[in-house]
């Protein structure tokens, strides 16, 4: 029955120092689900205003993402614009404009409330608690969260974390959430909020798993071309929890394949502007730099 995934879908205009882009297809959902849509099947749960082009739409349909859930409201579709540094590492908001997305209420569809996974993407902590009353028990609840709701939206965000099995978030937002800065202690505070995996993201230094008492460490996959970094967490958040669902396999090794394929579709992701590196890929490429990551980190022991 694949994955439902709930969040936002977005138009971005982006700056780096390698070109700009405007009102291309971005959002928290969008990432996420392409890259997931490689490994399993997507239904989407987010809302679009009447301005949305039916070539976005298309371009979701080719990838076999159930759109049902996928609102279209009067206005206009939520847009981002921002920029880039020559580090690449954080983008300057220029542009914030919410618009339809403001009153985003998720509605899951009768026929989506029975999805045995679930990702949460990056949406107010209140709405994530909103799409676990609409659904049956799902087998796994991930979720992603950010700086702004662990700051302000505290308390629904805890709640939220006694129900989430996987959380996904970068090193900052670890620290801020956990209140330590050493990453290993401030894991063990989080785990003790709920999740038995926490996932932290490092950008370009690659990625730490936290199960249970063990610890997993994955670095970057070294790129020659790296254009626009948007969206890269979210895609590996797809690639992540896609392949975990397409193999049923919650297992401790599966889980470290997992994060590998998550590091290799962020590391397709961020070689050009948007989704246009991720609507050319082929299963293929991907089983071809899986390998090739496996080769980058192998040693043999004493």
């Known amino acids: 029955m694949g994955i439902l995934v709930v969040g936002s879908v977005a138009l971005d205009t982006v700056e780096t120092p390698f070109g700009r882009v405007e009102e291309v297809l971005g959002g928290s959902a969008i990432y996420f689900s392409v890259s997931a849509s490689f490994f399993t099947d997507v239904r989407l749960v987010a809302v679009v205003g009447d301005d949305f082009s039916d070539k976005h739409i298309q371009t979701l349909k080719k990838r076999g993402i159930d759109l049902q859930g996928l609102e279209k409201k009067p206005g206009s579709t939520f847009r981002w614009t921002g920029k880039y540094g020559f580090n690449l590492s954080d983008a300057q908001t220029q542009f914030l404009g919410l618009n339809v997305f403001a009153d985003f209420s998720p509605r899951i569809p009768e026929a989506y409330r029975e999805t045995p996974f679930l990702f949460l993407a990056n949406i107010q902590p209140s709405l994530q608690l909103e799409v676990l009353k609409q659904l ?3 087998d796994i609840v991930a979720a992603d969260t950010m700086n702004c709701w662990i700051a302000e939206k505290r308390k629904d965000l805890l709640e939220l974390l006694k129900r989430v099995d996987i959380l996904t978030i970068n090193e900052s937002e670890a620290r801020q959430l956990s209140e330590e800065y050493n990453l290993v202690k401030a894991a063990r505070r989080i ?3 709920g999740p038995k995996i926490l ?4 950008g370009e230094y690659g990625v730490l798993m936290f199960e249970g008492d063990q610890i997993f460490s994955a670095p970057g996959y070294p790129l020659e071309t790296v254009y626009d970094p948007t969206g890269a967490g979210d895609t590996f958040a797809g690639g992540f929890m896609g392949y975990l669902v397409n193999t049923r396999n919650f297992g401790s090794e599966n889980l470290r394949r997992a994060i590998v394929f998550g590091s290799v579709m962020a590391s397709f992701n961020v070689e050009d502007f948007s989704l246009n590196r991720l609507v050319k890929l082929t299963y293929p ?7 090739q990551f496996k080769r980058l980190s192998h040693f043999e022991g004493i």
């Open 136 to 138: 049956k028990r799902p």
């Open 285 to 291: 490429e991907i089983e071809e730099r899986y390998h």
């Open 191 to 193: 785990q003790a909020m």
């Open 199 to 202: 996932v932290i993201k490092q």
